[in-house]
């Protein structure tokens, strides 16, 4: 069974819509997808139910632990917690109050952006907004050549327009996932640099780590494997995907085992019956 359970949309920082993500999970032979857009909930409004494709529900959320910035996947989850969406509409809140800081300090750098060129989406289809969706307006306006160059040289960490934000702690979030009757998993662990971190992290009641992640080379997987063996963690796996903005991060490059998806879809279907 062919499973990609991190995946992104337009709801967030993706390029493809959610119905138009589902269409093509088929057409790549996935028969279980997660849309795991950052810190909101919004596809699963637009989405409907297809024939030959099993849907766990997905999210990621950005969270800080100590110092640390830290993305956790969220997975199976009751869709109707309102304490899941109230952590959702707050975390969005953040991000917009994060977003207009930066945009002020982008007009002193002669980088003005206005509101209303980053908010464009409809209201009733907007998720979250964020750094890659400021880096994709400065590309289009020509202060920069590419998005990555706005990281790089503006928006990134260290660089003079970036802004912080408040955030979660990965504590706050394992405790209402947990309550909403989903599963809580450390996202691409290989970004946690500092192994002091890790190791702390580690000692929190998660419930599974990505271990197979986009286009991870063979050599890296045996040690994440080994960390969830270690650590009594379900091993997960998903691309990352999102559309133009990570070509190189195509659909159903890195997928989940078998036993953590029986794990997933069965918890699925208590919480949700079959989406």
């Not at 990609?4 to 997808?33: I, M, Q, R, W, Y």
């Not at 979030?173 to 599963?183: K, M, N, S």
């Not at 009594?232 to 990352?240: A, M």
Request: hydrophobic share 35%.
């Amino acid at each position: 069974m062919k499973a990609d359970l991190h995946t992104h949309t337009t709801c967030s920082d993706g390029t493809t819509p959610p119905l138009e993500l589902l269409e093509k999970a088929l057409n790549e032979g996935l028969e279980v997808l997660s849309i795991t857009d950052h810190d909101t909930l919004k596809a699963y409004e637009l989405i409907e139910k297809k024939e030959g494709l099993q849907i766990i529900p997905g999210l990621e959320l950005s969270t800080t632990f100590g110092e640390a910035s830290i993305h956790l996947l969220a997975y199976s989850f009751s869709l109707g917690n309102q304490q899941l969406h109230n952590l959702c509409l707050e975390q969005v809140v953040r991000r917009e109050k994060r977003n207009q800081e930066i945009l002020e300090r982008l007009s002193k750098l002669g980088c003005p952006i206005n509101s209303e060129e980053l908010y464009f989406t409809p209201p009733d289809q907007r998720g979250s907004i964020g750094r890659p969706h400021i880096a994709k307006i400065m590309r289009d306006k020509g202060y920069v050549k590419s998005i990555r160059e706005a990281f790089d040289r503006y928006i990134g960490e260290s660089c003079p327009a970036f802004v912080s934000g408040a955030r979660c702690s990965a504590e706050e979030a394992l405790e209402i996932v947990h309550a909403a009757g989903g599963y809580v998993v450390i996202a691409h662990p290989h970004y946690i640099r500092d192994r002091t971190v890790l190791r702390n992290l580690l000692k929190l009641p998660f419930d599974g780590i990505e271990a197979y992640y986009a286009h991870f080379s063979s050599d890296k997987i045996p040690y994440w494997l080994k960390v969830a063996k270690e650590h009594k963690l379900f091993p997960t796996g998903g691309s990352d995907f999102h559309g133009e903005n990570k070509p190189q991060h195509y659909l159903g490059s890195s997928c989940t085992p078998l036993d953590t998806l029986n794990i997933l879809i069965t918890r699925t279907k208590e919480n949700n019956g079959t989406l």
